[in-house]
């Protein structure tokens, strides 16, 4: 079993909540932070991608590199600039280690996990995508490709490999269900477009889980959609929290051309449609805790 795991992005929402369950198993945790850390358990190394910097004592003794980073797609305009901030922040960041691990030969890393995303698909309508299905042509699209092939530069290093496409992850305290739930707490949700988009979702838990089990199933290798089996559309998924919170709906759905004008090409993040499918990872082994929205709400929105 892997004993130190270094995680890039380790201060987020995932990177947390995993660095957590690590401790717990007995792991040994490294971050690499902008910044020195806090957390006494955790050795934190700072690095600067912007730089082209790097604490080489990041990678010491470490077995598995878990790559977390990347700037918030969901902050900010997506001007020229900021584009290329979210990008450069995925790739350069992986590039930057993968220049430290070619330095140092005798390194002992075996294996990287990813992140990616389904938004790698494009918006796809009602086809059902499987790691084999081709990618989108948008700008999320682009992101997630550029991601991954700058990940697979690791295959020359003989790495083992594992890229996780992943949903819209739900957690009660962060990412977007606070966000989505919101509305529907004061008595204004609606769907938003037509609704029938898909939304490829994944509890909290089950990303965590999903995760751990790529570092200590050393067979598993390639790409993965990480969503829950049952997806759902919005008007779905908007249904099932206001009836999870006890609220009505009564809005009319929020048309398309409104978040076109508020958000700009930034919209397809809620109007595009990808029905991932979760069959290859389900083959793989991994045992889902929450495979349906009813039973994750249920246990997001109970009591703690």
């Known amino acids: 079993m892997s004993k130190r795991i270094l995680i890039t992005g380790g201060k987020g929402l995932i990177g947390r909540k995993l660095t957590d369950v690590l401790l717990s198993r007995g792991y040994q945790v490294n971050h690499l932070s902008r910044e020195p850390g806090t957390n006494a358990e955790v050795n934190t190394f700072v690095w600067d991608v912007h730089k082209g910097q790097i604490d080489e004592h990041c990678i010491n003794g470490v077995d598995t590199v878990v790559h977390l980073a990347g700037a918030n797609v969901s902050e900010g305009r997506w001007t020229d600039e900021r584009k290329k901030e979210i990008i450069e922040s995925r790739t350069k960041s992986i590039g930057l280690i993968y220049k430290l691990l070619k330095s140092k030969p005798q390194h002992t890393i075996k294996t990287v996990i990813s992140a990616s995303g389904t938004g790698f698909y494009g ?8 790691e084999n299905s081709a990618p989108g042509t ?6 997630c490709l550029q ?3 700058a990940v697979e530069v ?3 290093l003989g790495l083992r490999l594992v890229k996780f496409r992943m949903g819209v992850v739900l957690d009660a305290k962060g990412g977007a269900l606070p966000i989505l739930a919101k509305p529907v707490r004061f008595g204004f949700g609606a769907p ?14 089950d990303v965590i889980a999903m995760y751990l089990y790529a570092i200590e199933n050393e067979d598993l290798a390639g790409n993965y959609n990480m969503v829950a089996p049952y997806p759902v559309t919005n008007q779905q998924l908007t249904v099932a929290i206001a009836k999870e919170l006890h609220r009505p709906l009564w809005l009319p759905k929020v048309p398309a051309f409104a978040l076109h004008l508020a958000l700009g090409e930034k919209s397809n993040m809620v109007l595009g449609s990808q029905k991932a499918s979760a069959q290859k990872i389900d ?7 929450y495979p349906t929205l009813i039973w ?4 997001l929105f109970g009591p703690s």
């Open 138 to 143: 948008d700008f999320l699209a682009n992101v």
């Open 192 to 205: 938003v477009g037509n609704g029938r988009q898909w939304m490829p979702w994944i509890h909290i838990d």
């Open 147 to 149: 991601w991954e092939h």
């Open 296 to 299: 994750a709400l249920k246990k």
């Open 123 to 130: 918006d796809r309508a009602d086809t059902l995508l499987t």
């Open 283 to 289: 083959e793989a082994g991994f045992k889902f805790k």
């Open 154 to 156: 690791g295959e020359s």
